[in-house]
Protein backbone atom coordinates (compact mmCIF):
# COMPACT_ATOMS: atom_id res chain seq x y z
CA UNK A 1 0.00 0.00 0.00
CA UNK A 2 1.31 3.95 -0.57
CA UNK A 3 2.36 5.59 2.46
CA UNK A 4 -0.51 8.62 2.97
CA UNK A 5 1.00 11.95 2.86
CA UNK A 6 -1.16 13.44 5.15
CA UNK A 7 -1.45 15.13 7.65
CA UNK A 8 -0.10 17.86 5.20
CA UNK A 9 2.83 20.31 6.19
CA UNK A 10 0.07 22.90 5.56
CA UNK A 11 -3.53 21.37 6.73
CA UNK A 12 -7.03 22.70 7.86
CA UNK A 13 -8.92 21.33 10.76
CA UNK A 14 -12.39 21.34 8.34
CA UNK A 15 -14.75 23.99 8.69
CA UNK A 16 -15.52 27.37 6.88
CA UNK A 17 -17.78 30.51 7.43
CA UNK A 18 -20.95 29.58 5.60
CA UNK A 19 -22.05 31.69 2.58
CA UNK A 20 -24.97 33.75 2.04
CA UNK A 21 -26.46 30.99 -0.53
CA UNK A 22 -26.35 28.47 2.12
CA UNK A 23 -27.99 30.96 4.73
CA UNK A 24 -30.65 31.74 2.61
CA UNK A 25 -31.55 28.20 1.39
CA UNK A 26 -31.33 26.91 4.97
CA UNK A 27 -34.29 29.55 5.75
CA UNK A 28 -36.03 28.11 3.00
CA UNK A 29 -35.93 24.72 3.94
CA UNK A 30 -36.74 25.78 7.60
CA UNK A 31 -39.97 27.99 5.95
CA UNK A 32 -40.91 24.98 3.26
CA UNK A 33 -40.14 27.15 0.88
CA UNK A 34 -37.71 24.70 -0.87
CA UNK A 35 -37.34 20.80 -0.54
CA UNK A 36 -34.63 18.46 0.63
CA UNK A 37 -32.98 18.32 -3.21
CA UNK A 38 -33.14 22.00 -3.62
CA UNK A 39 -31.51 22.50 -0.46
CA UNK A 40 -28.61 20.08 -1.62
CA UNK A 41 -28.28 21.36 -4.75
CA UNK A 42 -27.54 25.24 -3.20
CA UNK A 43 -25.14 23.09 -0.84
CA UNK A 44 -23.24 20.98 -4.10
CA UNK A 45 -22.67 24.36 -5.41
CA UNK A 46 -21.17 26.40 -2.28
CA UNK A 47 -19.07 23.35 -1.38
CA UNK A 48 -17.60 23.43 -4.65
CA UNK A 49 -16.62 26.83 -4.49
CA UNK A 50 -15.26 26.34 -0.58
CA UNK A 51 -12.99 23.25 -2.08
CA UNK A 52 -11.66 25.70 -5.33
CA UNK A 53 -11.27 28.16 -2.67
CA UNK A 54 -8.84 25.79 -0.55
CA UNK A 55 -7.09 25.40 -3.76
CA UNK A 56 -6.49 28.24 -4.70
CA UNK A 57 -4.74 29.24 -1.31
CA UNK A 58 -2.19 26.35 -1.80
CA UNK A 59 -3.99 23.30 0.17
CA UNK A 60 -2.87 19.96 -1.02
CA UNK A 61 -6.12 18.58 1.51
CA UNK A 62 -9.71 19.94 0.90
CA UNK A 63 -12.60 19.32 2.94
CA UNK A 64 -16.40 20.76 2.62
CA UNK A 65 -16.61 23.23 4.91
CA UNK A 66 -19.00 21.34 6.83
CA UNK A 67 -21.44 23.24 4.80
CA UNK A 68 -23.97 20.76 5.56
CA UNK A 69 -24.18 21.01 9.12
CA UNK A 70 -25.43 23.26 11.58
CA UNK A 71 -23.29 21.51 14.25
CA UNK A 72 -20.00 19.88 13.81
CA UNK A 73 -21.31 17.26 16.17
CA UNK A 74 -24.93 16.84 16.86
CA UNK A 75 -24.99 15.71 13.20
CA UNK A 76 -23.49 13.04 12.90
CA UNK A 77 -24.97 12.09 16.13
CA UNK A 78 -28.51 12.21 14.37
CA UNK A 79 -27.13 9.51 12.11
CA UNK A 80 -25.91 6.63 14.71
CA UNK A 81 -28.63 3.70 15.74
CA UNK A 82 -29.43 4.05 19.14
CA UNK A 83 -28.68 8.22 19.38
CA UNK A 84 -31.44 10.69 19.61
CA UNK A 85 -31.68 14.19 20.25
CA UNK A 86 -33.48 16.11 22.59
CA UNK A 87 -34.63 20.23 23.53
CA UNK A 88 -32.14 20.41 26.97
CA UNK A 89 -32.76 22.81 29.37
CA UNK A 90 -29.85 25.08 28.64
CA UNK A 91 -27.24 25.39 25.93
CA UNK A 92 -23.38 24.67 26.41
CA UNK A 93 -22.22 27.28 28.14
CA UNK A 94 -19.23 29.07 26.78
CA UNK A 95 -17.30 32.66 27.59
CA UNK A 96 -19.82 34.70 28.06
CA UNK A 97 -22.67 33.21 25.25
CA UNK A 98 -24.78 29.84 25.44
CA UNK A 99 -25.46 27.62 22.45
CA UNK A 100 -28.53 26.81 20.86
CA UNK A 101 -30.19 24.57 24.17
CA UNK A 102 -29.98 20.93 22.58
CA UNK A 103 -28.22 17.58 23.91
CA UNK A 104 -27.74 13.65 23.30
CA UNK A 105 -28.94 10.88 24.79
CA UNK A 106 -28.50 6.59 24.35
CA UNK A 107 -31.66 5.26 23.99
CA UNK A 108 -30.72 2.12 22.15
CA UNK A 109 -27.68 -0.14 21.62
CA UNK A 110 -25.34 1.59 19.92
CA UNK A 111 -24.42 1.39 15.78
CA UNK A 112 -23.27 2.52 12.31
CA UNK A 113 -25.43 1.88 9.57
CA UNK A 114 -26.07 3.52 5.94
CA UNK A 115 -24.98 7.00 7.44
CA UNK A 116 -26.09 9.98 5.25
CA UNK A 117 -22.88 11.34 5.70
CA UNK A 118 -20.92 8.55 4.06
CA UNK A 119 -23.27 10.36 0.55
CA UNK A 120 -21.34 13.67 2.02
CA UNK A 121 -17.83 12.38 1.42
CA UNK A 122 -18.88 10.69 -1.80
CA UNK A 123 -19.48 14.28 -3.36
CA UNK A 124 -16.47 15.50 -2.10
CA UNK A 125 -14.34 12.86 -3.23
CA UNK A 126 -15.87 13.46 -6.59
CA UNK A 127 -15.07 16.88 -7.06
CA UNK A 128 -11.88 17.10 -5.25
CA UNK A 129 -9.53 17.05 -8.07
CA UNK A 130 -6.01 16.68 -7.40
CA UNK A 131 -6.19 17.74 -3.56
CA UNK A 132 -6.84 15.02 -0.51
CA UNK A 133 -10.62 14.60 0.52
CA UNK A 134 -10.57 14.86 4.30
CA UNK A 135 -13.70 14.38 6.74
CA UNK A 136 -14.33 15.34 10.08
CA UNK A 137 -16.18 13.41 12.09
CA UNK A 138 -16.48 14.06 16.60
CA UNK A 139 -14.53 11.52 18.58
CA UNK A 140 -16.25 8.72 20.19
CA UNK A 141 -15.85 10.67 23.78
CA UNK A 142 -17.71 13.42 23.02
CA UNK A 143 -20.79 10.93 22.53
CA UNK A 144 -20.33 9.93 26.63
CA UNK A 145 -18.51 13.02 27.99
CA UNK A 146 -21.48 15.78 27.88
CA UNK A 147 -24.25 13.59 29.69
CA UNK A 148 -22.22 11.00 31.22
CA UNK A 149 -24.40 8.32 32.92
CA UNK A 150 -27.44 10.50 32.90
CA UNK A 151 -27.85 10.35 28.82
CA UNK A 152 -27.68 6.51 28.79
CA UNK A 153 -30.01 4.34 29.28
CA UNK A 154 -29.67 2.45 31.94
CA UNK A 155 -31.88 -0.36 30.88
CA UNK A 156 -29.88 -0.56 27.49
CA UNK A 157 -26.62 -0.17 29.18
CA UNK A 158 -27.35 -1.34 32.99
CA UNK A 159 -23.33 -1.55 32.87
CA UNK A 160 -21.21 1.17 31.31
CA UNK A 161 -18.52 -0.96 30.00
CA UNK A 162 -20.69 -2.91 27.54
CA UNK A 163 -21.72 0.65 26.37
CA UNK A 164 -18.16 1.58 25.86
CA UNK A 165 -17.04 -1.78 23.87
CA UNK A 166 -20.11 -0.79 21.36
CA UNK A 167 -18.86 3.08 21.39
CA UNK A 168 -15.87 2.16 19.81
CA UNK A 169 -17.03 -0.92 17.79
CA UNK A 170 -19.36 2.02 16.69
CA UNK A 171 -16.33 4.37 15.93
CA UNK A 172 -14.80 1.45 14.37
CA UNK A 173 -17.70 0.23 11.79
CA UNK A 174 -17.41 4.10 10.73
CA UNK A 175 -13.75 4.28 10.11
CA UNK A 176 -14.35 1.12 7.87
CA UNK A 177 -17.16 2.88 5.89
CA UNK A 178 -15.55 5.75 5.48
CA UNK A 179 -12.86 3.81 4.22
CA UNK A 180 -14.64 1.90 1.90
CA UNK A 181 -16.39 5.43 0.64
CA UNK A 182 -12.82 6.55 -0.71
CA UNK A 183 -11.72 8.09 2.24
CA UNK A 184 -8.00 8.25 3.01
CA UNK A 185 -7.39 10.92 5.44
CA UNK A 186 -10.20 10.85 8.97
CA UNK A 187 -10.25 13.47 12.04
CA UNK A 188 -11.98 12.61 14.89
CA UNK A 189 -13.27 15.83 16.87
CA UNK A 190 -12.73 15.88 20.54
CA UNK A 191 -13.16 18.69 22.77
CA UNK A 192 -13.03 16.21 25.62
CA UNK A 193 -9.51 15.66 26.30
CA UNK A 194 -8.89 19.81 26.23
CA UNK A 195 -11.49 19.86 29.11
CA UNK A 196 -9.72 17.30 31.08
CA UNK A 197 -7.03 19.97 30.75
CA UNK A 198 -8.84 22.55 32.28
CA UNK A 199 -8.95 22.99 36.43
CA UNK A 200 -12.74 23.76 36.42
CA UNK A 201 -13.95 21.11 33.76
CA UNK A 202 -12.30 18.57 36.20
CA UNK A 203 -13.74 19.45 39.04
CA UNK A 204 -17.18 19.80 37.54
CA UNK A 205 -16.55 15.90 36.21
CA UNK A 206 -15.58 15.09 39.71
CA UNK A 207 -18.89 16.62 41.41
CA UNK A 208 -21.15 14.47 39.04
CA UNK A 209 -19.28 11.26 40.13
CA UNK A 210 -16.70 10.62 38.07
CA UNK A 211 -12.45 10.25 38.05
CA UNK A 212 -10.78 12.50 35.10
CA UNK A 213 -7.71 10.67 35.46
CA UNK A 214 -9.85 7.63 34.72
CA UNK A 215 -11.58 9.17 32.56
CA UNK A 216 -8.85 9.62 30.58
CA UNK A 217 -7.74 6.45 30.24
CA UNK A 218 -11.44 5.37 29.53
CA UNK A 219 -11.10 6.99 26.37
CA UNK A 220 -7.78 6.31 25.38
CA UNK A 221 -8.93 2.64 25.29
CA UNK A 222 -12.18 3.00 22.80
CA UNK A 223 -10.21 5.01 20.45
CA UNK A 224 -7.52 2.57 20.49
CA UNK A 225 -10.34 0.02 20.33
CA UNK A 226 -12.05 1.79 17.37
CA UNK A 227 -8.31 1.98 15.33
CA UNK A 228 -8.41 -1.95 15.55
CA UNK A 229 -7.31 -3.22 12.17
CA UNK A 230 -7.26 0.65 10.79
CA UNK A 231 -5.52 0.18 6.96
CA UNK A 232 -2.21 1.20 6.61
CA UNK A 233 -3.15 3.89 3.94
CA UNK A 234 -5.19 5.74 6.03
CA UNK A 235 -4.53 8.52 7.79
CA UNK A 236 -6.42 9.45 11.38
CA UNK A 237 -5.75 12.79 13.02
CA UNK A 238 -7.21 13.75 16.44
CA UNK A 239 -8.39 17.09 16.42
CA UNK A 240 -7.91 18.65 20.11
CA UNK A 241 -10.37 21.60 20.79
CA UNK A 242 -11.25 24.06 24.04
CA UNK A 243 -14.17 25.14 22.27
CA UNK A 244 -15.01 27.60 19.25
CA UNK A 245 -18.58 29.27 18.94
CA UNK A 246 -18.92 32.46 17.93
CA UNK A 247 -15.14 33.09 18.54
CA UNK A 248 -15.59 32.07 22.19
CA UNK A 249 -14.37 29.09 24.11
CA UNK A 250 -14.84 26.50 27.02
CA UNK A 251 -11.83 25.57 29.05
CA UNK A 252 -8.28 26.70 29.68
CA UNK A 253 -5.42 24.15 30.43
CA UNK A 254 -1.92 23.56 29.04
CA UNK A 255 -2.18 19.73 27.96
CA UNK A 256 0.50 18.36 31.20
CA UNK A 257 -3.04 16.51 32.86
CA UNK A 258 -3.49 14.18 29.87
CA UNK A 259 -0.17 14.89 27.52
CA UNK A 260 0.98 11.11 28.96
CA UNK A 261 -1.74 9.18 28.31
CA UNK A 262 -3.36 10.82 25.12
CA UNK A 263 0.36 11.55 23.55
CA UNK A 264 1.95 8.32 24.93
CA UNK A 265 -0.64 5.95 24.54
CA UNK A 266 -3.81 6.96 21.67
CA UNK A 267 -2.54 5.51 18.40
CA UNK A 268 -3.72 8.04 15.99
CA UNK A 269 -1.84 9.22 13.43
CA UNK A 270 -1.17 13.28 14.06
CA UNK A 271 -2.96 14.94 16.68
CA UNK A 272 -4.24 18.54 15.83
CA UNK A 273 -3.35 20.80 19.09
CA UNK A 274 -4.73 24.23 19.61
CA UNK A 275 -1.44 26.48 20.42
CA UNK A 276 -3.14 30.33 19.35
CA UNK A 277 -2.98 31.36 22.88
CA UNK A 278 -1.91 31.65 26.51
CA UNK A 279 -5.03 29.29 27.57
CA UNK A 280 -2.91 26.27 25.63
CA UNK A 281 -0.46 26.19 27.73
CA UNK A 282 3.76 25.56 26.75
CA UNK A 283 5.03 22.93 24.41
CA UNK A 284 6.47 20.65 27.02
CA UNK A 285 3.85 18.09 26.87
CA UNK A 286 5.30 17.49 23.30
CA UNK A 287 7.85 15.41 24.80
CA UNK A 288 5.67 12.30 25.26
CA UNK A 289 4.64 12.24 21.39
CA UNK A 290 6.18 9.15 20.46
CA UNK A 291 8.93 9.22 17.62
CA UNK A 292 7.92 8.01 14.29
CA UNK A 293 5.69 8.38 11.93
CA UNK A 294 2.96 10.02 14.53
CA UNK A 295 2.51 13.92 13.53
CA UNK A 296 1.99 16.68 15.50
CA UNK A 297 -0.18 19.66 13.59
CA UNK A 298 0.47 22.66 15.57
CA UNK A 299 -2.75 25.39 15.39
CA UNK A 300 -0.99 28.58 15.76
CA UNK A 301 -3.48 30.20 13.69
CA UNK A 302 -6.45 31.54 15.86
CA UNK A 303 -9.57 31.25 13.61
CA UNK A 304 -11.00 33.65 16.48
CA UNK A 305 -9.92 36.89 14.77
CA UNK A 306 -9.47 38.25 11.73
CA UNK A 307 -5.95 39.77 12.85
CA UNK A 308 -2.94 38.18 10.51
CA UNK A 309 -0.29 36.55 13.13
CA UNK A 310 3.24 37.79 12.21
CA UNK A 311 5.19 34.98 10.37
CA UNK A 312 8.15 35.76 12.11
CA UNK A 313 6.51 34.53 15.43
CA UNK A 314 4.71 31.97 13.96
CA UNK A 315 8.06 30.37 12.74
CA UNK A 316 9.62 31.09 15.87
CA UNK A 317 6.98 28.98 18.10
CA UNK A 318 7.72 26.19 15.20
CA UNK A 319 11.08 26.35 16.21
CA UNK A 320 10.33 26.21 20.01
CA UNK A 321 7.95 23.73 19.55
CA UNK A 322 10.96 21.90 17.91
CA UNK A 323 12.78 21.27 21.32
CA UNK A 324 10.34 18.58 22.19
CA UNK A 325 9.19 17.35 19.00
CA UNK A 326 11.58 16.96 16.09
CA UNK A 327 10.42 19.72 13.09
CA UNK A 328 9.98 16.57 10.64
CA UNK A 329 7.05 15.68 13.03
CA UNK A 330 5.29 19.07 12.98
CA UNK A 331 3.13 20.41 10.14
CA UNK A 332 0.57 23.75 10.48
CA UNK A 333 -2.89 24.90 10.55
CA UNK A 334 -5.14 27.02 12.04
CA UNK A 335 -6.29 26.50 15.49
CA UNK A 336 -9.45 25.32 14.93
CA UNK A 337 -12.24 25.80 11.86
CA UNK A 338 -13.66 29.02 11.31
CA UNK A 339 -17.43 27.89 11.98
CA UNK A 340 -17.93 24.72 14.21
CA UNK A 341 -21.48 26.01 14.16
CA UNK A 342 -23.31 27.56 11.13
CA UNK A 343 -23.00 30.82 13.74
CA UNK A 344 -19.31 31.12 12.38
CA UNK A 345 -16.90 33.22 14.37
CA UNK A 346 -15.99 37.06 13.84
CA UNK A 347 -13.98 37.51 11.28
CA UNK A 348 -14.80 38.18 7.70
CA UNK A 349 -15.03 35.93 4.73
CA UNK A 350 -11.71 37.57 3.37
CA UNK A 351 -9.86 37.67 6.35
CA UNK A 352 -10.84 33.72 7.03
CA UNK A 353 -8.62 32.54 3.09
CA UNK A 354 -5.80 35.49 4.13
CA UNK A 355 -5.44 33.18 7.32
CA UNK A 356 -5.36 29.91 5.14
CA UNK A 357 -2.78 31.68 2.87
CA UNK A 358 -0.89 32.88 6.23
CA UNK A 359 -0.83 28.84 7.18
CA UNK A 360 0.48 27.77 3.30
CA UNK A 361 2.97 30.25 2.90
CA UNK A 362 4.76 29.71 6.18
CA UNK A 363 4.51 25.80 5.79
CA UNK A 364 6.30 26.23 2.44
CA UNK A 365 9.25 28.31 3.71
CA UNK A 366 9.81 26.31 6.62
CA UNK A 367 9.70 22.66 4.94
Known sequence: ??????????DIVGSFLRPDSI??????FAAGKIDARQLRSVE??????????????????VTDGEFRRAWWHFDFFDGLQGVERYDSDKGIQFNGVQTRAHGVRVTGKLG???????EDFRYLKSISGG???????????????RGGRKDIDAAVYPDLADYFDDLATTWRDAIRAFYDAGCRYLQLDDTVWAYLCSDEQRQQVRERGDDPDELAKIYARVLNKALEGKPADLTIGLHVCRGNFRSTWISSGGYGPVAEVLFGTVNVDAFFLEYDNDRSGDFAPLRFVRPGHQKVVLGLITTKNGELENPEA???RLKEAAQYVALE?????????FASTEEGNSLTDA???????????????VW
Open 1 to 10: MPQPAAPYRA
Open 314 to 316: VKA
Open 131 to 145: AEPKMTIPSPSVLHF
Open 44 to 61: DAAIRDVVAHQCDCGLKV
Open 23 to 28: KRAREQ
Open 351 to 365: QQWQKVKLVTGIAAE
Open 112 to 118: FGDHPML
Open 329 to 337: QICLSPQCG
